[in-house]
């Protein structure tokens, strides 16, 4: 990765925590997080190697990824306001899995490019992993999966949640 990677990543980072604060959950958050995931996909994944171990370093990048968004949809309060909007709040656990798990690919890229990239190559060999690219599409696809997963879940939780009102009022 370039400094300015590192520079785009850093402050993407800084982006969603600041998105993650207090906000009404509307359908245009929804697109903008489903957009975001997409450009992501089309920028960085160029191929998704699924067969043999490869695959399954890609699936797990993908598991990695839904778990993450559960853990942040579900740790992220939904509440209605007095003018009968949804209204999402980060809690610390939702800023701590997106930190570490934003984090955690940062760091493997760094690390992966300033010196470990021969110890990474010799444990995927160790493993049957064979390309680079099954690094490349596990890592993109688990941040693809959780900004896109974490949206739905939040719109699903948000629609439940206007149900239950309605149905109480």
């Known amino acids: 990765m370039s400094t300015i990677d590192y520079l785009l990543s850093g402050g993407g980072l800084v982006a969603i ?5 207090e906000r009404e959950l509307t359908a245009r958050r929804l697109r903008v997080s489903l957009m975001i995931a997409t450009i992501i996909a089309v920028n960085f994944l160029h191929g998704v190697p699924t067969s043999g171990p490869d695959g399954v370093l890609v699936a797990l990048g993908v598991a990695a990824g839904a778990l993450c968004a559960a853990i942040g949809a579900a740790t992220t309060r939904l509440e209605i ?5 949804v209204v999402a709040r980060a809690t ?10 934003f984090g955690g690919r940062m760091a493997f890229a760094f690390a992966a490019t300033h010196g470990l990239g021969p110890s990474i190559g010799r444990f995927s060999a160790s493993v049957g992993i064979t390309s680079q690219a099954a690094w490349v599409a596990a890592l993109v696809l688990m941040a693809v999966v959780d900004i896109a997963l974490r949206a739905l879940l939040l719109w699903a939780r948000r629609s439940e949640l206007r149900a239950a009102v309605c149905l109480a009022g």
């Open 92 to 101: 610390w656990a939702t800023y701590l899995v997106t930190v570490l798990a």
């Open 81 to 85: 306001d007095g003018d009968g909007r």
């Open 17 to 21: 925590l600041i998105l993650m604060r």
